[in-house]
């Protein structure tokens, strides 16, 4: 099966320009989660999505981000306005339990630099 | 906040050697996954262990989950330099409902040397 889709795979951007990421997930998961990933550390959730609806955006920070998930499908990420201290890898995933697989499937991710 | 929390996070180890990574984490949870990746790589899935006493094994590498320890190790026999990588794991918890979101440790950097 297609894995989780994401584009662009790098981008460089300016402090306080803006920016979008793309995420198709795994056909059928109704569940999508986007991740930051600075560079060090382990991926930390930023928004969980149920079809079209958020489930958890507790870690997003809301005045610079935001994401949606139209149709519950595809899934976008914004930042606007970039600060130096996004520079990091933003990773999409997809699962879905209905089935009862416990399984996560990450995408490539997409490298930003601010700068 | 569920904390998660691995050890070492820096392991250089000669081939031919066995080593363990530690993964505490703070509340509680059946379900604990372990990752790698490769620089510049995303996250390959390696382990998902989904009840206490579960224990799994591929090639050189065997994960064992103790859900009342509150404790996941991944256990490394005779070490070669193809291990080298980040490995992360993963506490997944869903607050009671039935969706799940993982918690992630800040990875244990592993270097193989001849």
């Known amino acids: 099966e297609a894995g989780v889709a994401q584009s662009p795979r790098y981008k460089i951007i300016e402090k306080r320009q803006s920016v979008a990421f793309w995420c198709n997930p795994i056909?059928?998961?109704?569940?999508l989660y986007w991740y930051q990933q600075i560079l060090g550390q382990g991926p930390k959730l930023l928004i969980q999505?149920?079809?079209?609806?958020?489930?958890?955006d507790s870690q997003l920070p809301k005045d610079r981000f935001s994401a949606e998930r139209l149709k519950g499908v595809d899934s976008t990420l914004k930042i606007q306005p970039a600060k130096l201290e996004d520079s990091a890898v933003y990773l999409c995933a997809s699962s879905d339990r209905t089935l009862g697989d416990y399984g996560y499937t990450f995408g490539s991710g997409t490298r930003l630099t601010v700068v | 906040e569920l904390k998660v929390e691995q050890n070492p996070l820096f392991l250089s180890m000669q081939e031919g050697k066995n080593y363990t990574i530690y993964c505490n984490y703070s509340t509680t949870s059946d379900r604990l996954y372990w990752y790698r990746q490769d620089p510049g790589k995303s996250l390959e899935s390696l382990f998902v262990?989904?009840?206490?006493?579960a224990v799994k094994q591929e090639g050189r590498l065997m994960a064992s989950l103790d859900t009342k320890a509150r404790l996941s190790t991944l256990h490394i026999t005779a070490a070669v330099h193809d291990l080298s990588a980040t490995y992360f794991c993963?506490?997944?918890?869903?607050?009671?409902?039935?969706?799940?979101?993982?918690?992630f440790g800040r990875g244990t950097q592993l270097t193989v040397w001849p």
């Open positions: 993963a506490v997944d918890f869903d607050r009671g409902s039935t969706l799940g979101r993982l918690y």
């Open positions: 262990l989904l009840s206490n006493g």
């Open positions: 056909s059928g998961h109704a569940t």
């Open positions: 999505f149920q079809n079209n609806g958020v489930v958890d």
